[in-house]
């Protein structure tokens, strides 16, 4: 029969598998299962195996100092906190070292922040090993102040990179890969930050965003807003809560909202003189006649104002089937945009992808036989295009007017000459680093790394 270790409420231990050289544990015999606090927890594929990767701060109220962890997952289950609350947590096999005995125990991860302990052992992992006398604390011994600063503020080596969250809603989606990676490979210690999952505190003395489970977003230095149409309004709101607590965002809240708004954007670029195609704006469907006269007749453009990726784009070829879709829209009560057709730009038009007031890559967009809409999305081709130093201009100019440092600004050539048709603030990467081969979520991070002069 093994000898029983015998511990106290409270116990100094060592997760040498993990490079934890010291943490302090809560021994809870009342809790079945044990817990390490972990935050930033991403799973991935090792060798064909499931491991996940973690950042555990080992010493309580203190985010400054973090290990970088990984394990092999055994298990993913649902756990029942001591306040009913149920939470899903990846489960991993460690090695634990108690007062100098050693064997493998399950932790499950999970965010402790709110917790007096970074660490929980439950009668699982003690089951057969350990005596609880809990009148008692330290009964194995305390690390002096000395000796924890010896082991965390000597050999855990600061961050190199900066600390960079994504905020959007899919991180399987090409464009959020890549800038992860990209942020990675260039030594920044990249988030992927969903949302939906964060909430804010507004606060006079201590506004905080929050993060699902609890985990506090405060300590980061930058933000790339990647907001899908339908998250606008949200989505700009945590965007301006993370620049009030002074964290940079490679396109700002304002920005991305106006930019948003098609009709106020067209204002904007035509008051910083951007030429657009002839457009027309109006509410009562009993004006309808005067606005096709307006741009010019029929064939005719009808653009949803909320529309996006093509979407809510209808071409109406004659008067008849423009005022049938312009009335159709206003019955709905939807506001749209009446733009003149461009037809000699045969479905093709111009992708300029701008950073920080440079086109770092150009495509043309060419639209399915039969489709004029030349989105990526829609079926589209892409293909490498020289652009003219005008186009490049109307470009810049555009980002600039719009205030976005990070741009896909849509031009299209007409026989009056270049003329631009939308300044998208998230867009995408897929068609436009396939077409060109370029590192075109590399420039975003150099863009974040300038303004840091990194």
């Not at 090792?46 to 970088?68: C, M, R, Y």
């Not at 029942?80 to 990846?90: A, Q």
């Not at 964290?247 to 991305?256: G, T, Y």
């Amino acid at each position: 029969m093994l000898n029983k270790v015998i511990v106290s409420s409270e116990e100094w231990c060592t997760l040498p598998s993990l490079g934890i050289p010291i943490i302090k544990a809560r021994v809870d015999s009342g809790a079945k299962t044990s817990a390490l606090h972990a935050v930033n927890i991403t799973p991935f594929d090792k060798n064909g195996e499931s491991w996940v990767k973690f950042d555990v701060n080992p010493i309580q109220n203190n985010v400054k100092t973090a290990l970088h962890c990984e394990a092999k997952m055994i298990d993913r289950r649902i756990v029942k906190s001591s306040s009913g609350y149920r939470e899903s947590r990846f489960v991993i096999q460690t090695e634990l070292d108690l007062g100098g005995t050693k064997w493998e125990i399950e932790l499950t991860l999970t965010n402790r922040d709110s917790m007096g302990y970074r660490m929980l052992l439950g009668r699982e992992a003690m089951s057969g090993r350990v005596l609880v006398d809990p009148e008692k604390h330290f009964l194995l011994g305390q690390p002096t102040t000395e000796k924890i600063k010896e082991y965390y503020y000597t050999n855990v080596t600061e961050k190199k990179g900066l600390r960079i969250g994504l905020l959007a809603s899919n991180p399987d989606l090409y464009s959020n890969k890549r800038i992860m990676e990209a942020g990675e490979a260039r030594g920044h210690e990249m988030h992927f930050l969903n949302l939906k999952y964060c909430y804010m505190k507004l606060d006079a003395n201590q506004p905080e965003i929050h993060y699902r489970g609890g985990r506090v977003l405060n300590n980061f230095d930058a933000v790339i807003p990647r907001i899908r149409p339908s998250m606008t309004y949200y989505g700009c709101a945590l965007t301006r809560h993370f620049e009030s607590l002074k964290v940079f965002s490679l396109n700002n809240a304002a920005a991305i909202t106006q930019s948003r708004d098609k009709l106020y954007s067209l204002q904007l670029l035509l008051n910083n003189g951007v030429d657009i195609p002839t457009t027309g704006f109006a509410n009562s469907p009993l004006d309808t006649n005067d606005l096709i006269k307006m741009v010019g007749g029929s064939p005719l453009i009808v653009k949803l104002l909320e529309g996006t990726q093509g979407k809510g784009v209808v071409l109406a070829e004659t008067k008849k089937a423009a005022e049938s879709v312009i009335n159709a829209f206003k019955s709905l009560n939807a506001n749209i945009l009446v733009q003149e057709f461009i037809k000699e730009a045969n479905g093709k038009d111009i992708r300029c992808f701008v950073i920080d007031g440079k086109v770092v890559a150009a495509i043309q967009r060419e639209a399915l036989p039969g489709e004029f809409r030349a989105n990526i999305h829609l079926g589209g081709t892409a293909s490498i295009i020289k652009v003219t130093a005008e186009e490049k201009k109307i470009a810049i100019k555009a980002a600039k007017a719009m205030n976005l440092k990070v741009a896909g600004v849509d031009i299209i050539r007409s026989s009056k000459g270049p003329l631009l048709l939308e300044v998208n603030s998230s867009p995408g990467l897929e068609g436009i680093e396939g077409a060109t081969n370029k590192d075109i979520a590399g420039e975003m991070i150099k863009a974040i790394e300038k303004n840091f002069k990194w």
